[in-house]
């Protein structure tokens, strides 16, 4: 059965996306079976991936509002296999207002196919809206990416307010993995405070390595590939293998079953 990693932080601009494609390619290339879930609506996951959003025929919209299911909107790409948005989950927000247990759509969405993969990364939007807590209610864990800059480090508490609203109504198990330091220069002092004071305020593991400022990570998208391919031989593409590598080695025994039991039809 798959472990469910969402990516999480309401500061928009801190690599949550990139975050999630580079680390879901580092993961299958070190033997893992990843499903990337778009849970933005601006699809930035999806169009990273080199998929046009809005030429997609069904997309995660069409899941969340009960118009298909999953394994017939999952994309094969590149080795990893996508859950694309579109810009009609803007819409699913409002339809699942008006739902019953609206919280738990994408982890009863995502249920049927866990078991065919290893690992499920979920990009979550930058906000704290019902997309974001469907994306923590379907998670084991969450994983906080932070540019380490005064103003995306405001945004934590209360990011973590919203966690612990999660553990009592809705996923009681959901642990914190840590923070993910990005967009990291370490010639200045101001990135390295604001680190050790979100480290001692919220008592957060910090993930090593940090993430290198690279303009390569803003090259990559446009080439519909990760900086693992862009710039593998880099300081930011190390960074993310070394990441890769610590989560794999906690990912725990117990193989998937067959990866088969998917219909997936690569669509282009």
């Known amino acids: 059965m798959a472990r469910v990693l969402a990516v999480a932080n309401q500061k928009g601009g ?4 990139t ?3 580079t680390l879901g390619t580092a993961l299958s290339r070190l033997g893992e079976r990843v499903l990337l879930v778009d849970l933005d609506p601006q699809a930035c996951l999806s169009y ?3 998929l046009d959003p809005d030429a997609l025929p069904t997309s995660l919209h069409d899941v969340l509002v009960g118009r298909a299911e999953a394994v017939d909107v999952v994309i094969e790409t590149e080795g990893l296999w996508l859950l694309p948005a579109s810009i009609d989950l803007a819409g699913s927000e409002v339809h699942l207002l008006t739902r019953t247990g609206r919280e738990h759509a994408l982890a009863r969405a995502l249920e049927p196919i866990r078991g065919g ?9 930058p906000s704290l809206g019902i997309l974001t807590i469907n994306g923590l209610t379907a998670a084991d864990e969450v994983l906080v990416p932070l540019q380490c800059e005064t103003l995306s480090h405001r945004g ?5 307010e919203t966690i612990d609203d999660v553990r009592t109504f809705t996923n009681p198990d959901l ?3 840590g923070i993910v330091a990005t967009m990291f220069d370490r010639r200045t002092r101001h990135g390295r405070e604001v680190l050790e004071d979100v480290r001692g305020r919220y008592g957060l593991p910090v993930l090593e390595p940090p993430i290198p400022k690279s ?5 990559a ?3 519909g590939c990760t900086v693992l391919d862009h710039a593998g031989d880099g300081p930011g593409a190390d960074a993310y293998r070394s990441l890769a590598t610590a989560l794999h080695a906690d990912l725990g025994a117990g193989a998937p079953e067959a990866l088969g039991v998917l219909r997936i039809v690569p669509e282009r």
């Open 14 to 17: 801190v690599a949550k996306t």
């Open 19 to 21: 975050t999630v494609h």
């Open 48 to 50: 990273s991936a080199g």
């Open 117 to 125: 993969f290893d690992r499920i990364l979920v990009d979550c939007p």
């Open 156 to 160: 934590v508490g209360q990011l973590l």
């Open 175 to 177: 642990r914190v993995r």
């Open 215 to 219: 303009v390569r990570f803003a090259e």
């Open 221 to 223: 998208p446009a080439r």
